[in-house]
């Protein structure tokens, strides 16, 4: 479509394009500026149906309106990609901008949200840096979730077996410190992990296409957390009133103590590799606990720590923690992920299912 001010022919090659199929829609800024302003609705539905839209000639205005139609009209994240000046508009008005640093200098990388060098880089911020960014966003955001769960749960157990006590079973220091101190840099440690190395990353490219599933983060994996976090919580409560003698006095020492192991251990369940940074900040957390305790004896009572205390919390954290962690392991042997069969299984393209076959890009 070139040099067409008419809106009504406009219109009428718009419809006819939208009966085609597999033909791209190549516009002119001339008329494309035709079709904005008298055929908005039908150029946008012709444009989100084609395989690929060229515009050419277009103005940064123009450039910047087709971006916020396509954004309005299909609801769904855009991302812009430009290298010099007149695409900033274009840039600032998709969701997700991305400057180009090139002979027209650097006011598209500057105007953007990320910033490359060149476009062959594209490959290695959409299918490696975009896709963790999403899975460490995903799995960070429920094991916080998790964090907070399991100890309401421990609370509203208390409450239940001691008749409605409304007293809190933690003060507000062990509380504070359960989510600043001890388990605030293992549970950030999982923005480490890596479920598959970069060059796999690169060399299959439809594993960033399985994230549009919702795999990572959706009601079912919500409700499973919540299960976990109950079923975690409303045992070690349980375990410790039954395992223990005068386990009334000790309450907070018995299950704060179990509390803060099986998270450490519920991170490392999380993982997929182990970062040495993770292994630090578990090493700190247990640490700065032990520290509590020796110079917190007003929070912690040490009277009873002994060698048989410690058997019956270790054995605590592990009924706790065990069930999850073979569920994990049984729902990776028996249903794996794209990403579990490439990194354990298949090798190359053809050893893959037939929905994840494609051409090498790299």
Same mark, same amino acid.
């Given at each position: ?14 419809e006819e394009f939208a009966h085609r199929f597999n ?132 609370q509203a157990v208390f409450s239940i077996l001691f ?26 440690? %999982? ?25 990572? %983060? ?145």
């Amino acid at each position: 479509m070139k040099d067409i001010t008419d809106p009504l022919r406009v219109k009428n090659m718009l419809e006819e394009f939208a009966h085609r199929f597999n033909t791209v829609l190549i516009i002119d800024g001339a008329t494309l500026a035709v079709a904005l302003a008298d055929a908005y609705e039908a150029f946008f539905h012709s444009a989100t149906k084609a395989p690929a839209v060229i515009c050419c000639r277009c103005s940064p205005t123009q450039k910047a309106a087709v971006t916020e139609g396509i954004r309005k009209m299909t609801k769904k994240v855009t991302c812009a990609i430009g290298d010099g000046g007149n695409d900033v508009g274009m840039i600032q008005a998709a969701d997700v901008g991305i400057g180009i640093e090139g002979k027209e200098g650097k006011q598209a990388a500057l105007a953007a949200d990320f910033s490359i060098t060149k476009f062959k880089h594209l490959n290695k911020l959409f299918l490696w840096h975009g896709r963790l960014s999403y899975k460490r966003s995903a799995s960070l955001s429920t094991f916080v979730i998790h964090r907070g769960l399991i100890i309401s749960i421990i609370q509203a157990v208390f409450s239940i077996l001691f008749y409605g006590l409304s007293m809190p079973i933690y003060s507000g220091l062990l509380a504070l410190g359960y989510s600043t101190i001890f388990t605030m840099f293992p549970v950030f440690s %999982l923005i480490l992990d890596e479920d598959i190395d970069v060059q796999r990353a690169l060399n299959y490219p439809p594993l960033y296409k399985t994230l549009q599933l919702g795999r990572e %983060l959706n009601v079912k994996i919500f409700l499973a957390w919540v299960w976990a976090s109950v079923y975690q919580g409303a045992a070690i409560m349980l375990l410790s009133l039954t395992m223990f003698d005068n386990s009334y006095t000790n309450i907070v020492t018995i299950t704060f103590t179990a509390l803060i192991f099986s998270e450490m251990l519920n991170i490392t369940t999380q993982l997929n590799r182990v970062h040495y940074l993770t292994v630090v900040s578990i090493g700190c957390s247990i640490l700065s606990y032990m520290l509590v305790i020796i110079f917190l004896r007003s929070q912690i009572n040490t009277s009873e720590i002994t060698l048989k205390f410690l058997y019956k919390v270790v054995f605590m954290t592990i009924i706790s923690w065990m069930p999850i962690h073979l569920v994990k392991i049984a729902i990776k042997k028996f249903t794996p992920t794209e990403e579990e069969k490439i990194m354990h299984g298949a090798k190359h393209p053809e050893e893959l299912p037939k929905d994840l076959e494609f051409d090498n890009l790299v």
